[in-house]
């Protein structure tokens, strides 16, 4: 056990809250967990060094607003370091919204904390049991709610901060929910969410991961989808000193259907990691997930995306799909697609490539004039564009282009 995990254990026993139950059941599962080290299959690629004897203090009195987006009016719910800074009083929410701190006791809390996140997740079960700061957040049953739920979860430098979400949508509701989250310094932040959806509710879902420079983020979100629910998700996701999502999407009903688009872009040295999992546990359902990387010099990315058919699960569709694009010979990717399928009436692919800039499209925009910096930028965000055109939300999507464009120009300017 590394000292960082002993200390957690430690301060987790000084926790005493309405969850307290539920945090001694994780915090037990916690201390029969083993260090992931390079045999760990689910650490393989990822080293937990920066991690393993780090000390940072816990708290902080730094304040952050929400990024203003052109066309974007949000229900702004803003964290930082750990902190809820939101006056939830004073927030105006329409007829079927509810939300609630984390630590107010509520029996939406107690229906979602941890019962949709699988508990083998090593750094869930820490938010499980150090996260005392959070949001519930309730969608009444045939609600639909126009506005984006937006969290923002600021990590600053030097402090090491935990948050949780908990969000509940009853039958036949609708939502949009926005995870969002930054930090460069030196700093460890875990942020978990877990989403109930119910039967023909619809869930539009983003999570943008932009930690960058020194920062260390895990987290993750969770779905359980019941009987004709539909979930649309789109992860953006930076690279930093670590960062690791774990995103698991549970077919709990029949009729079913997931959407999942992600994309991950690597500055030089950097390293992300991400593990996705699709559990058909019923029949009739669907999967879509595109992953795509960009991956530049000397940075480190992997992936992980399964897809398991239980065998119950008949006239299920699921296809798997994962593209990237290496910058330089020492940009590094470790990709690996599976399907796990126990079920024998069912449609399923996957699939996954590695590949270079290609030299002959390269060429074609220099023959036309065009600067080879700005032709390479041009290849790039034409590999990840697609992800981004394919969001539901037309503000959020104009608001990513010119970001994404700027940190294509500055990973070449690196590569």
């Known amino acids: 056990m590394s000292q960082w995990l002993a200390h957690v254990i430690e301060r987790a026993a000084a926790v005493d809250d309405w969850l307290s139950p539920v945090r001694a059941e994780a915090l037990a599962k916690l201390k029969e967990q083993s260090w992931p080290g390079r045999r760990t299959e689910a650490w393989r690629y990822t080293s937990l060094h920066a991690v393993e004897d780090l000390s940072l203090p816990t708290e902080s009195n730094a304040q952050a607003e929400a990024p203003a987006i052109k066309g974007l009016d949000a229900i702004d719910l803003v964290f930082v370091d750990g902190r809820l800074t939101s006056d939830l009083a004073a927030l105006n929410l329409p007829e079927g919204l509810t939300i609630r701190s984390l630590t107010d006791k509520s029996d939406i809390a107690e229906q979602v904390f941890t019962q949709v996140k699988p508990s083998h997740h090593l750094f869930g079960l820490v938010n499980d049991v150090l996260a005392t700061q959070g949001i519930v957040i309730e969608v009444a049953a045939n609600a639909t709610i126009e506005r984006p739920i937006r969290v923002v979860n600021f990590a600053t430098d030097n402090v090491e901060s935990h948050t949780r979400v908990l969000v509940s949508l009853g039958d036949n509701a609708k939502a949009t929910v926005i995870e969002h989250g930054s930090g460069t310094g030196h700093s460890l932040n875990t942020a978990f969410a877990e989403y109930d959806i119910a039967d023909n509710a619809r869930l539009e879902h983003y999570r943008f991961a932009l930690h960058q420079g020194e920062a260390i983020h895990v987290g993750g979100s969770h779905f359980k989808l019941a009987n004709k629910s539909r979930l649309n998700s789109t992860l953006i996701g930076y690279g930093s000193q670590l960062t690791r999502l774990d995103m698991d999407i549970i077919h709990a009903g029949e009729h079913a259907h997931a959407k999942f688009n992600n994309a991950y872009l690597l500055a030089p040295k950097e390293h992300f990691d991400l593990h996705s999992t699709i559990e058909h546990a019923m029949p009739n359902g669907t999967t879509e997930e595109n992953a795509r990387g960009i991956i530049g010099?000397?940075?480190?990315?992997?992936?992980?995306?399964?897809?398991?058919?239980?065998?119950?699960?008949?006239?299920?569709?699921?296809?798997?799909?994962?593209?990237?694009?290496?910058?330089?010979?020492?940009?590094?990717?470790?990709?690996?697609?599976?399907?796990?399928?126990?079920?024998?009436?069912?449609?399923?692919?996957?699939?996954?490539?590695?590949?270079?800039?290609?030299?002959?499209?390269?060429?074609?925009?220099?023959?036309?004039?065009?600067?080879?910096?700005?032709?390479?930028?041009?290849?790039?965000?034409g590999f990840v564009q697609e992800m981004v055109f394919d969001m539901p939300n037309e503000a959020l999507a104009e608001w990513l282009q010119p970001i994404l464009k700027q940190r294509f120009e500055d990973m070449m300017e690196r590569s």
């Open 297 to 381: 010099d000397k940075a480190k990315a992997v992936f992980n995306g399964r897809i398991h058919i239980h065998r119950d699960a008949q006239k299920t569709l699921a296809e798997l799909n994962n593209r990237n694009l290496l910058l330089s010979r020492g940009a590094q990717i470790n990709t690996k697609p599976e399907l796990e399928i126990y079920a024998d009436d069912v449609q399923c692919a996957h699939g996954a490539t590695v590949a270079e800039i290609d030299e002959e499209a390269l060429y074609y925009l220099l023959t036309r004039g065009i600067d080879k910096q700005k032709a390479l930028v041009m290849l790039n965000f």
